[in-house]
């Protein structure tokens, strides 16, 4: 199958390191979840505190997984369709794709111009700080943390509908669309 401009093939497997990363930002976006129901809100007079430092700290791991991973998909391409899917089905795989990759590469940078406009330092566990990108109270900013917020929920529609998908692929259509992502048995 070729892709793109047709000079470089598709392979028709996914990676040991594509599904490392897949599995990899699968548990990060759990764990950010998880981080972002306990977290309080954030608001004009937020102070930072522990679980609002790790929610910024996971966001910017998130960020730097999906562009590696990102990277990985450009430099060796995978086909999503297999044999027997309909259009509209590889429409909606593409879209799916492309949408979570959107969200889970602007999303951090719109919760980072957030943080900033809320005069919240972002630091990486503690590790790495980041400088801020918005001014205080910067309007556009304030709004780019409501888009993150809309994006976020949108993003958990998107992981409903893909689980949705790969199970029904499984269990009703048993073809290989949850196993191509599955880690391979090894072999003794």
Same mark, same amino acid.
Request: glycine share 6%; proline share 7%; hydrophobic share 55%.
């Given at each position: 199958? !070729?892709?793109?401009?047709?000079? !470089?093939? $598709? ?18 976006? &759990?764990? !950010? ?6 977290? #309080?809100?954030?608001? /004009? *007079? ?10 910024? +700290? ?15 998909? &450009?430099?060796?391409?995978? #086909?999503?369709?297999? #044999?027997g899917l309909m259009g509209w089905e590889r429409w909606s795989a593409s879209v799916t794709h492309g949408l979570f990759y959107l969200i889970l590469l602007i999303g951090p940078f719109l919760g980072w111009a957030s943080a900033s406009a809320h005069s919240l330092s972002v630091n990486v566990f503690?590790?790495?700080?980041? #400088?801020?990108? +918005?001014?205080?109270? $910067? /309007? ?24 949705? +998908?790969? &199970?029904?692929?499984?269990?009703? /259509?048993?073809?290989?669309?949850? /196993?191509?992502?599955?880690? !391979?048995?090894? *072999?003794?």
């Open positions: 199958m !070729q892709h793109g401009n047709g000079s !470089q093939s $598709a392979t028709s497997g996914y990676s040991a390191m594509a599904k490392a990363l897949h599995w990899l930002i699968v548990l990060l976006v &759990l764990a !950010q979840f998880v981080v972002a129901i306990l977290m #309080p809100g954030i608001g /004009r *007079n937020t102070v930072l505190e522990p679980l609002i430092s790790r929610h910024f +700290a996971l966001g910017v791991v998130i960020l730097v997984v999906m562009a590696i991973r990102l990277t990985l998909r &450009l430099r060796h391409p995978v #086909p999503l369709d297999t #044999p503690g590790l790495i700080p980041l #400088p801020s990108i +918005a001014a205080p109270k $910067a /309007r556009w900013a304030l709004t780019a943390g409501d888009i993150h917020t809309y994006m976020m929920w949108a993003l958990l529609a998107l992981i409903g509908l893909h689980v949705t +998908a790969a &199970l029904y692929h499984h269990f009703f /259509r048993h073809d290989d669309v949850l /196993r191509r992502m599955l880690p !391979q048995p090894r *072999n003794r």
